[in-house]
């Protein structure tokens, strides 16, 4: 059985990293979890592929800084989808950046199940169907929420 556990040393990150897609909603429609050691960018390429064969009408995908250099023209050429970098701004200390927030925020989702705090599982397939569960949990008490009525 291969490592699934590596250290990144430009991120200094030990462990594993989750590279998910999600919607404007913020709620998931892949997600791929690999060693710390693989690249943002090598791991997006396959997620992606895997996104736009299940998800036929996407054509725009917002990413970060992370996901730039010849990813973009892979995905332009092969998948036919675009990829908008969010920058970074030049403003000092905490900002909010369009877009990137909702994948942010399905990170907090994510830390609100407990399992998912720390790095239990033992294989990266566990650990995506531990995030797909989490997600599950979250689209359930959304629909099934009352919804104010309009009058």
């Known amino acids: 059985m291969p490592l699934s556990r590596h250290r990144d040393n430009g991120k200094l990150i030990n462990g594993r990293k989750r590279h998910a897609v999600v919607d404007t909603l913020g709620l998931l429609l892949a997600v791929q979890v690999t060693a710390a050691d693989t690249g943002d960018r090598a791991a997006a390429q396959t997620l992606l592929a895997r996104v736009v064969d299940a998800h036929h009408r996407l054509e725009l995908v917002w990413a970060d800084g992370g996901y730039t250099g010849s990813l973009i023209e ?18 000092r200390g905490f900002v909010v950046l369009p877009k990137r927030w909702i994948v942010e925020r399905f990170f907090a989702h994510l830390m609100r199940t407990r399992r998912l705090v720390r790095d239990f599982e033992r294989r990266t397939s566990s650990a995506e169907a ?9 689209m359930t008490r959304r629909l099934a929420r009352p919804r104010p009525s309009r009058g």
């Not at 892979?74 to 403003?91: D, F, H, N």
């Not at 531990?130 to 979250?138: C, D, E, F, K, N």
């Open 130 to 138: 531990m995030i797909y569960w989490s997600m599950t949990l979250l």
């Open 74 to 91: 892979y995905c332009l050429t092969a998948l036919t989808l675009v990829i908008a970098v969010v920058k970074r701004s030049e403003m």
